[in-house]
């Protein structure tokens, strides 16, 4: 039998791409049995519309410096390239149709759970793909439970089924960012390239 592709899809804002990224990524590659995970900047993500981002091509380079070399790990400007709001569910048909052959899944982090039923027709969404989630320190037990979702039953039921445990790592860009802004180490959180990249370019300060 043909082995079809199956490709894991983490979105984010990466502002910047921190351990937390690379670790949770590979907790899903693993559990998930992924071919690879494709790491996608958001160009607008919809829920930060009135934070300002590092810009697209600042956010780029750090992932790519931040994915380097590493097996089974790629990025993709798809969302930078069809420009405007990045809605996942505009992603998902767009890889679909330019790769049938590939079946697909959407990594989040447990934080994200709980605003999923905001998200643009997030029913058709977790019908064209699988929902990975992934454990986040600091996320209440009781997301998990398909109860506490704002979605209808068998929406709810489908965004909890893939639940994986992962290392837990609790490191995010909101605090890599004020760590730079008081002027604290970050080397030990984010990819020693991707330190250098913040302190060469001046950001977050
Ligand atoms: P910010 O603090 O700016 O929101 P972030 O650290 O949450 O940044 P995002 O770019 O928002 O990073 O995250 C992209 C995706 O990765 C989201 O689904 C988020 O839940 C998930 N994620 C980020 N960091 C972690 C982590 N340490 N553990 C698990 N999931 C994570
Ligand atoms: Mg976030």
Same mark, same amino acid.
């Given at each position: !039998?043909?082995?079809?592709?199956? /490709?894991?899809?983490?979105?984010?804002?990466?502002?910047?791409?921190? +351990?937390? &990224?690379?670790? !949770?990524?590979?907790?899903?590659?693993?559990?998930?049995? +992924?071919?690879? =995970?494709?790491?996608?900047?958001?160009?607008?993500?919809? &829920?930060?519309? $009135? %934070?300002?981002?590092?810009?697209?091509? $600042? *956010?780029?380079? !750090?992932?790519?410096?931040? =994915?380097?070399?590493?097996?089974?790990?790629?990025?993709?400007?798809? #969302?930078?390239?069809?420009?405007?709001?990045?809605?996942? /569910?505009?992603?998902? *048909?767009?890889? *679909?149709? !330019?790769?049938?052959?590939?079946?697909?899944?959407? /990594?989040?982090?447990? $934080?994200?759970?709980?605003?999923? &039923?905001?998200?643009?027709?997030?029913?058709? +969404?977790?019908?064209?793909?699988?929902?990975?989630? =992934?454990?986040?320190?600091?996320? $209440?037990?009781?997301?998990?439970?398909?109860?506490?979702? %704002?979605?209808?039953?068998?929406?709810?039921?489908?965004?909890?089924?893939?639940? @994986?445990?992962?290392?837990? @790592?609790?490191?995010?860009?909101?605090? @890599?960012?004020?760590?730079? *802004?008081?002027?604290?180490? /970050?080397?030990?959180?984010?990819?020693?390239?991707?330190?250098?990249?913040?302190? #060469? &370019?001046?950001?977050?300060?």
């Amino acid at each position: !039998m043909k082995h079809t592709r199956k /490709i894991g899809l983490l979105g984010g804002t990466f502002d910047p791409p921190h +351990l937390g &990224h690379s670790i !949770m990524a590979l907790d899903a590659l693993e559990a998930a049995e +992924l071919d690879q =995970v494709m790491f996608l900047p958001a160009a607008v993500p919809p &829920h930060k519309r $009135d %934070r300002v981002l590092t810009e697209a091509g $600042d *956010r780029l380079a !750090m992932l790519n410096l931040a =994915v380097a070399g590493q097996t089974g790990f790629l990025v993709s400007d798809l #969302e930078f390239q069809r420009g405007g709001v990045s809605y996942t /569910i505009d992603t998902i *048909r767009q890889l *679909r149709e !330019m790769h049938p052959e590939v079946t697909w899944a959407w /990594i989040i982090g447990a $934080d994200t759970l709980p605003e999923l &039923h905001t998200w643009k027709e997030i029913d058709q +969404l977790l019908d064209l793909c699988e929902l990975l989630t =992934v454990y986040r320190p600091g996320v $209440d037990s009781t997301t998990r439970e398909p109860s506490s979702l %704002r979605l209808s039953s068998s929406s709810a039921e489908k965004a909890t089924r893939h639940w @994986i445990q992962g290392h837990g @790592i609790g490191i995010s860009s909101t605090d @890599i960012r004020a760590r730079v *802004r008081k002027g604290l180490p /970050i080397d030990s959180l984010v990819n020693p390239a991707v330190a250098a990249y913040i302190e #060469e &370019h001046h950001l977050y300060r």
